[in-house]
């Protein structure tokens, strides 16, 4: 079976072979692996503040999903800055730099290391303000890495993999023009202004989508990053989520749906109180199932197993113990209870971190391999 049928039967929740296998991993951990198995990282230190998904680091170079032959390789990322242009250094340390950014926000990221940025300041804090820079978010061809992209998908095609088109919900588009505060409060207070925004993002979100798919990118899935919880449980309420968020996820994830792409939605943190809502906008699988956060697959899997697949859920903090025996269990115990309803598909429960060493990750895969099949 190749990959792209593996995963494919997977979020239709049908039998496949065997378990299909995904991840993420950290920058710190790609680059220090690369060096051991002999391809070394070409570092983008841009990369590192603005983009957590790419783990493609020059054109013709493999990325870590196709070192270790993983099934699902995502692809386009739009971005979605309202100006697409270099951020304005403030203050720099040897350690962190304070930056302005295309979308008017200043924030303090560490300079050598991944990391969510300290939120400082947000410039559009009125919607006098986003009236005023609202047109700036136009779709755009110079909105994907189309010189990335390309020899990706067209490597992860001629391998069979899955090839998911990769974006963001408004809520996490709209968190880095608002910032969680501003955007929080005006739900309460200035709610019109709220569902303005949301929209736009929305709109212009699937014209990216579909304007990716025009040129002839066209994929098997869709992921799409949202995270829009903490580890106790949603930014939001279930009223507010389902007020301000569901009616503009209906509407981007119907986009893949029409054109036969499950969606998988990534939100870090608790979403347990929002699970069927999500269910009902159109998710077909949720990911990370962040362990520390109460997401256990164990538990999830009984629950939603015949309704949601599910994308992860193996615990970084005992991959970083790197005892062979805690890892075998770890996947052990997780793949009887998530198996049986054939929705599952490996991953972490966040990206791998670099006190994971490459042993363990090669344990962990050969595990999921080895407990992961199904006949």
Request: hydrophobic share 40%.
């Amino acid at each position: 079976m190749t990959s792209k049928e593996r995963v494919a039967r997977t979020l239709a929740r049908r039998q496949p072979d065997r378990v299909p296998i995904y991840d993420k991993f950290w920058f710190e951990t790609e680059r220090q692996w690369r060096e051991q198995l002999g391809c070394p990282f070409v570092f983008h230190p841009e990369r590192s503040r603005f983009d957590w998904g790419a783990t493609s680091p020059e054109t013709q170079s493999r990325t870590l999903w196709e070192i270790f032959d993983l099934d699902i390789t995502e692809v386009a990322w739009p971005d979605y800055r309202l100006r697409l242009v270099e951020p304005t250094v403030i203050e720099e340390t040897d350690e962190w730099v304070l930056q302005r950014d295309g979308n008017e926000a200043v924030l303090r990221w560490w300079k050598h290391k991944m990391g969510t940025p300290e939120h400082v300041a947000f410039g559009i804090d009125t919607p006098e303000k986003w009236t005023e820079l609202k047109p700036l978010l136009t779709p755009s061809r110079e909105r994907v890495r189309w010189d990335e992209f390309w020899p990706l998908y067209r490597r992860a095609r001629a391998a069979e993999r899955f090839i998911c088109f990769c974006t963001v919900e408004p809520f996490e588009m709209v968190k880095d023009v608002l910032g969680h505060e501003i955007m929080l409060k005006a739900m309460l207070k200035q709610p019109e202004w709220i569902h303005d925004i949301f929209d736009t993002y929305t709109r212009v979100a699937i014209r990216m989508f579909e304007l990716v798919e025009a040129e002839g990118m066209t994929c098997d899935g869709a992921f799409i990053y949202g995270d829009m919880a903490y580890n106790t449980g949603p930014f939001m309420s279930p009223k507010h989520f389902r007020e301000f968020l569901k009616p503009y996820h209906k509407r981007m994830f119907a986009e893949f749906h029409k054109r036969g792409m499950p969606v998988i939605f990534h939100s870090d943190g608790d979403i347990r109180l929002v699970l069927e809502d999500l269910i009902e906008s159109g998710v077909d699988a949720i990911n990370p199932l962040e362990a520390k956060a109460n997401m256990d697959v164990r538990e999830l899997a009984p629950a939603y197993g015949d309704r949601l697949g599910f994308v992860g859920g193996i615990d970084v903090r005992v991959l970083m113990t790197n005892d062979p025996d805690k890892v075998r269990e770890e996947v052990r115990s997780k793949l009887a209870a998530a198996m049986p309803y054939h929705g599952y598909i490996y991953h972490s429960d966040h990206s791998v971190p670099p006190g994971v060493t490459l042993e363990t990750y090669r344990t962990l895969l050969d595990e999921v391999r080895r407990l992961g099949r199904y006949d």
